[in-house]
Structures are given as C-alpha cells and as structure tokens.
C-alpha cells in the first residue's frame, strides 16, 4: 500500500492560496517559500531574520527535499514580502487542517497558546504607536509539534480576541489549555468553558482582586 507524502499533500494544499506577486521576477512558487517559513516558525524563528538565517542554514537540505528548481532559496526580502501579503488565517486553516492528520491530539492533552513578537517587524518606531507584526501560536506540549499559529498586526489587533477565536476554531475536547495572565479575561474563560476543556491561566496584577484572593488562599505557596 502506498503512502502519501506528506509534504506534498502540504505543498497542494498551499497552491490553494492566492499569490499577491507580480509574475515578473517571481524566482520561487508561493507554496515553497509557504512551506519553508513554516518550517522555520516550527523550529523556533521568531523574525524574518531569523526565517531567512534557517533558510540559509538549511540551503542544500531544502532545495533537494522540496526541489527547487533554481537551486537557491527565498531572499530574506522574499519572505518579508510574503509574510507580509499572506492571508494567515487561510495559512492557518490550512496548515492546522494538514497537522491534525499528522499529529493525533488525545483527551487530556496540554495546548499551549502563546504570543510572540516577530523581531525585526517594527513599524513607526519613533512614535508611541508602534506597530509590529505578532505570532500567536498553538503548542501541543506533548508532543513538542506547533500545530497552527495566527498572524496579528498589533496596531490594528488584539491578541486576547484573537486567542478566544483561535479556542472555537480548534474544535478540540477535554483537553486543558495554558495561557499566560494576559489572557486571565472572563469572555476567554467562558470561550474554553464552553468549548468543553480546561484551562491553566497565569495570574498577575492585571485582576488585582484574583491575585490577592489566591495570595490570601490556605493553599497559596510561594
């Protein structure tokens, strides 16, 4: 019996997404430089810089796994381009519908969801309303696999929401949810309540109250 590959089953998938470019000096299909940005973000690139260095480091591995034709990878002004242009929440439905096929989540689990700037993607740094581009991402704890993430503009967006939309969509069970005190909110407890899982949320003076209730707690250890 034959098996699929499942890059490639990836690689179709990312086809589906419309590419901004122009067909003029357009060097690397969409759905290489797609893939290879994603691997870069499972293996800990938190910048473009950083996608663009894991790109380099990984040169000979990456043209002969995904057969890039030019045999050189996406310039780092490339993958800004197209970080920039993505519908990330398309990207994110695809990617995350590829990775539940791959990575079995079972009852009981731990996802993790967690915001991360992106280094290197500051905008108006010189005023008080800067703007940088931001990676929620989804973390199964167990077994170590980035299973989607959600791409946020922080001028425009707000990880809270995005986090309480990112709990509906991954249409997961019994499973418990870490998230750091940013998202101690009502609406996002309700939103993983009524998902049916559980939740493990950091507190700190951002609910005054909470915190000093917990610190006044027979079982409050420091």
């Known amino acids: 019996m034959k098996q699929k590959p499942r890059e490639q089953d990836l690689i179709c998938l990312l086809k589906t997404l419309k590419d901004h470019r122009r067909k003029e000096g357009k060097r690397h299909p969409l759905e290489i430089v797609l893939l290879i940005i994603i691997m870069a973000i499972m293996a800990g690139s938190?910048?473009?810089?950083?996608?663009?260095?894991?790109?380099?480091?990984?040169?000979?591995?990456?043209?002969?796994?995904?057969?890039?034709?030019?045999?050189?990878?996406?310039?780092?002004?490339?993958?800004?381009?197209?970080?920039?242009?993505?519908?990330?929440?398309?990207?994110?439905?695809?990617?995350?519908?590829?990775?539940?096929?791959?990575?079995?989540?079972?009852?009981?689990?731990?996802?993790?969801?967690?915001?991360?700037?992106?280094r290197g993607t500051i905008k108006n740094s010189q005023t008080n309303f800067q703007n940088f581009t931001s990676l929620v991402s989804v973390f199964a704890s167990k077994r170590k696999q980035v299973l989607t993430s959600a791409k946020i503009e922080t001028k425009k967006e707000n990880e809270i929401p995005t986090v309480q939309a990112l709990i509906k969509m991954l249409d997961l069970k019994d499973i418990t949810f870490t998230l750091d005190a940013l998202h101690c909110q009502e609406k996002t407890i309700k939103a993983i309540k009524k998902s049916k899982n559980h939740y493990i949320i950091g507190v700190k003076n951002n609910q005054k109250k909470l915190s000093e209730d917990i610190k006044k707690s027979k079982n409050w250890k420091t």
């Open 46 to 118: 938190k910048s473009e810089r950083a996608i663009s260095r894991f790109a380099k480091n990984n040169k000979q591995a990456l043209i002969k796994a995904l057969k890039i034709a030019r045999k050189e990878i996406p310039s780092r002004s490339v993958i800004q381009g197209i970080i920039q242009q993505t519908d990330f929440s398309k990207l994110q439905n695809i990617f995350y519908g590829w990775a539940l096929k791959i990575v079995k989540i079972e009852k009981k689990d731990i996802i993790s969801l967690d915001g991360k700037a992106m």
